[in-house]
């Protein structure tokens, strides 16, 4: 079972993606010119045809921006958001990476609008946002309820006049092999984690296409059905930006790993004793924060706020098995 990965949204900063290959080389003396070296097909990086190294499967969300198209790619050239006056959407702002990155956005000067389903918590942020010289609105939201999140970006667009992100941030996750998880918790995570995404998405694209971006971002936790949900966000995003090609509108993922905040605490609950949940590294919500508005700021086409992450990507694309191997070491297994 592949681990799964996050899905987010940013713009790449290089016209969008396309296959690297090499040329024909210089001959040896005596032996004829060498054959062309043609790179892999998934060797796709982001408007640099000089790097096609290997890249593994990537959870990828939308952006876009008025820009020239690109010459070389075929499409737009398409640059960062200019963060000062920026109008940011933010779900699941009410704690964690979502309340982290709403401070970093505020501090960076943007205008935001922060949704939750915990008003009252969502009401703290927002002060938090405004006591930095930031505007915020605060709206209590469910990103399952799908004319809900329509009416959230309504309500931004309103406010602010303009949408130049969203974050695609809410989401829920529960412990438990898939065996012991119930039916009911499968469909509530695919509800919030997989269709609130395209609920944003969905509600945020016609926005994005006149003049802005879509940002997605989600934390890992452990768990089968937490893992599927983000699976069906990769596939998700991932046909997202072949649908968008030729547009403003690109793709791009953050991969942040299991982070220090209450979500492992809030799954824990959910899971009625059941086990799982993190393993490995950690890393703070400011950390993963600080990656996103970087990402905002000077995009690139993936982007792991953990040195590490992408080591382990890149392992488990190469060998499965070992990574199976490894990660049965750090999390029992029912025999039997």
């Not at 997989?194 to 006149?210: D, K, N």
């Not at 950690?282 to 993963?288: F, H, I, L, P, Y």
């Not at 392992?315 to 098995?321: D, E, I, Q, T, V």
């Amino acid at each position: 079972m592949r681990a799964a990965r996050h899905a987010g949204c940013f713009p790449p900063d290089h016209g969008g993606w396309r296959a690297a290959a090499g040329g024909a080389r210089r001959g040896v003396p005596g032996r004829g010119p060498r054959p062309q070296r043609l790179r892999v097909p998934f060797a796709l990086v982001p408007g640099r045809p000089d790097r096609g190294r290997p890249q593994p499967d990537r959870a990828v969300h939308c952006q876009g921006t008025g820009q020239p198209h690109s010459r070389r790619a075929g499409g737009p050239a398409l640059k960062g958001v200019e963060l000062p006056g920026a109008v940011v959407a933010l779900t699941g702002a009410s704690a964690g990476i979502g309340r982290a990155a709403a401070l970093a956005f505020a501090r960076e000067g943007s205008r935001l609008g922060l949704a939750a389903r915990r008003l009252g918590r969502l009401e703290e942020v927002a002060a938090e946002v405004r006591a930095l010289g930031a505007d915020a609105l605060a709206m209590e939201l469910d990103v399952a309820d799908e004319r809900a999140v329509g009416r959230f970006i309504a309500a931004v667009v309103e406010r602010f006049g303009r949408l130049d992100v969203i974050v695609n941030n809410a989401g829920s996750g529960v412990r438990g092999s898939v065996e012991e998880t119930p039916v009911e918790d499968f469909r509530r995570l695919m509800e919030v984690n997989y269709l609130g995404t395209v609920h944003g998405c969905r509600a945020a694209l016609p926005v994005m296409r006149r003049q802005a971006s879509i940002v997605g971002h989600r934390a890992l936790a452990g768990g089968a059905a937490y893992a599927a949900t983000k699976a069906a966000q990769i596939s998700l995003t991932e046909s997202l930006r072949l649908e968008l090609r030729g547009t403003a509108i690109a793709a791009c993922s953050v991969h942040p790993v299991s982070t220090e905040t209450e979500f492992a605490e809030v799954a824990a609950r959910a899971s009625a004793g059941r086990k799982g949940g993190p393993v490995g590294p950690m890393q703070s919500a400011d950390a993963v924060a600080r990656a996103i508005v970087a990402c905002a700021r000077r995009p690139r086409a993936e982007v792991y706020p953990y040195p590490l992450a992408r080591s382990i990507v890149w392992l488990n694309a190469l060998s499965p098995r070992l990574v199976d191997w490894l990660a049965s070491r750090a999390i029992p297994t029912k025999t039997g």
